[in-house]
């Protein structure tokens, strides 16, 4: 079993909510998509050396929540020193895409 289908048995096994796993797993592959699109936009993976003298490097990133039907996810949106590069799968602003924030039927 992977560790997350070994956490859902032991939550349900204890009688826990769901609901926290979820949105955990959520962040964490939320962020996940974000920084694979930071690597996408500079061309290499994080400590690469083919990014040494490149013109533009990472540069840290800030934090925006949303609302989703597990609760309030933090997203870190990563920047680029150049300031090029824009994220666009999640946009806090608008808030989240329909199927993170549709309810549960």
Do not use: W
């Not at 994080?46 to 800030?62: L, Q, W």
């Not at 870190?76 to 608008?94: L, T, V």
């Amino acid at each position: 079993m992977t560790d997350f289908t070994t956490e859902v048995v032991i939550r349900l096994t204890n009688k826990d909510s769901l609901m926290e796993l979820f949105r955990k797993e959520m962040e964490k592959g939320i962020n996940e998509v974000i920084q694979l699109e930071l690597t996408g936009f500079l061309g290499y993976e994080k400590y690469a050396i083919k990014g040494h003298h490149s013109g533009n490097s990472r540069n840290g990133c800030y934090q925006r929540n949303l609302k989703t039907m597990f609760g309030n996810i933090t997203v870190e949106i990563p920047r680029d020193r150049n300031g090029a590069f824009k994220q666009k799968r999640f946009n806090p602003i608008n808030g989240p895409p329909k199927i993170l924030s549709a309810p549960l039927s």
